[in-house]
């Protein structure tokens, strides 16, 4: 009997395994069987096709074996992204369709029971997986599903929008209903990639009056890629501040748009309003650690991945679950999160900014001139020790944000726009990059003698210092990172003793805040 061949792609992190949809028809009791590693949504699937096949006016086999075989066995498969390749299985083994044209397509789409497509998540990350993987191979998704991934360059991407246009497409040749080739109608559309486009970058630091520490430091942190701590009295404008860091930093690339955008896809997240502008990410004090880092079965990217390339601003720091703060130590370190289960292993991207906020103390006003601290030492010590030393050692900035007293906040003048910040950053990047390829963030072992190009006097300032107030080989490292960004700010070919010098001051410890 039948024997039909579709394509598809599962999805596993950001790649996308390719499935091979085996349908068999055969004689036999009938029955409707359906093998392979598929979850729970997936079977779900013969209730779908079969009842799409008939509102649609398709014959579905039902006095047929019918056996579904998603290969390989052992590649978890899971929602409803293989409706669609089932069903024209079904339809080319019966003869409905002509199997041998559907040869360099694949499918993806959930069916309606109508026979509508409705969007799959992670379009974008399989057309991107393609492109990586140069595979050619004209992708045919559900509309919404089908914008997203025709934003890879050069991707060959059909929309369908119900299974009847799907149809129509590979009816057998000398059917008078076939349509002739290449033609477009409006159930069957070729789309063309969208140019990346510049965006307004969001909220102005103007509107952030005084402050100048804070914008000084986070300007430093746009332009060598640093994270930063703001530590200050409630209402004193950290969020405020944080909400407009993102607009500071560079232009994303085509290849970084289109893995952040990626990420977003996996999780049915991505919004084509925001492509091309760098995510914030915002999670509540509440979120776990799976929720910070990723987890479950199969893995799903967390805050971090979606935050890859943008921002990852975390409120209320202390009041996070020491295990989820612990967490961030290797992203923070290597750009990178392994999901490691027993059954299944993911690596998903976490090339992330942290802006992070707290107040000095449980009721905040510790050091404040307007309000007196109603806290004992021992309730201040606890409270800055939920966050450990080598978690504050992986923060590059450290920086007072303190509040502005009311004369001073309704006459002061407004602050320096985001885009004269954001053309400072830009040119300081643009420097660094020329000289390494990377932001100074990443500069790692010897890259670091290489690049600071530390002068004499600057390093025997920084070695005294270091050593008075016992610094890690960490702490150390990362300061010349910063001294180094400095540097580029301010069009210096070498790090000097006053960069040096100004980029020691963003390494104090919360301690000796209070």
Not at 220 to 239: F, Q, T, W
Not at 292 to 313: D, K, N, Q, T, Y
Not at 323 to 341: H, K, M, N, Y
């Amino acid at each position: 009997m039948g024997l039909a061949l579709v394509q598809s792609r599962a999805l596993l992190g950001l790649e996308a395994p390719a499935v091979t949809v085996e349908v068999h028809l055969a004689n036999g009791l009938p029955s409707f069987t359906l093998v392979g590693l598929a979850d729970v949504e997936v079977k779900e699937a013969r209730e779908r096709v079969r009842s799409a096949l008939q509102n649609a006016g398709l014959e579905f086999p039902h006095n047929k074996r019918i056996t579904v075989n998603l290969a390989p066995a052992d590649l978890p498969k899971d929602s409803g992204r293989f409706d669609l390749p089932i069903a024209l299985g079904i339809l080319a083994a019966s003869g409905q369709i002509d199997g041998a044209r559907l040869a360099g397509h694949e499918f993806a789409g959930e069916l309606s029971l109508s026979g509508e497509l409705r969007p799959v998540r992670g379009a974008l990350a399989t057309s991107l997986a393609l492109h990586t993987q140069q595979v050619r191979a004209r992708l045919v998704l559900p509309p919404g599903s089908a914008e997203e991934a025709a934003l890879v360059p050069d991707a060959q991407v059909v929309r369908a929008r119900h299974l009847l246009d799907v149809v129509r497409a590979f009816l057998p040749p000398g059917n008078p209903e076939a349509p002739p080739p290449d033609t477009d109608d409006e159930g069957w559309t070729r789309l063309q990639a969208q140019p990346l486009t510049t965006r307004a970058p969001g909220p102005d630091m103007a509107d952030v009056k005084g402050q100048s520490a804070a914008k000084r430091a986070l300007e430093i942190a746009a332009a060598g890629g640093h994270s930063v701590l703001m530590v200050g009295p409630p209402g004193s404008g950290k969020s405020m501040l944080a909400h407009r860091f993102a607009g500071l930093l560079p232009p994303m690339t085509v290849e970084e748009a289109l893995q952040s955008a990626a990420i977003a896809s996996l999780t049915g997240r991505f919004d084509p309003a925001r492509w091309g502008l760098r995510p914030t990410g915002q999670p509540h004090h509440t979120a776990s650690a799976v929720a910070l880092v990723g987890g479950g079965s199969p893995p799903r990217p967390g805050e971090i991945s979606l935050a890859h390339h943008g921002v990852l601003f975390l409120d209320e720091l202390p009041e996070f679950p020491r295990a989820a703060l612990e967490a961030l130590r290797e992203p923070l370190e290597t750009g990178q999160i392994t999901i490691a289960r027993a059954a299944r292993r993911a690596d998903f991207p976490a090339r992330f900014q942290l802006v992070a906020a707290m107040n000095p103390c449980p009721c905040g006003f510790l050091g404040s001139p307007q309000r007196a601290c109603r806290c004992t030492p021992d309730q201040v010590s606890r409270y800055q020790g939920k966050l450990s030393g080598p978690l504050l050692d992986r923060i590059d900035l450290h920086v007072e944000v303190p509040a502005l007293p009311t004369d001073q906040l309704l006459q002061a003048p407004p602050g320096e726009a985001t885009e004269a910040i954001r053309r400072r950053v830009v040119q300081a990047r643009a420097q660094a990059l020329a000289r390494q390829g990377h932001a100074n963030q990443a500069l790692q072992g010897q890259a670091i003698d290489t690049h600071v190009q530390l002068e004499d006097a600057a390093a025997q300032f920084l070695n005294k210092a270091a050593a008075r107030l016992g610094w890690s080989a960490r702490s150390t490292h990362r300061a010349l990172k910063v001294a180094r960004t400095i540097a580029d700010l301010a069009g210096s070919e070498r790090t000097q003793v006053p960069h040096m010098a100004e980029a020691m001051q963003y390494r104090r410890t919360l301690r000796a805040n209070s």
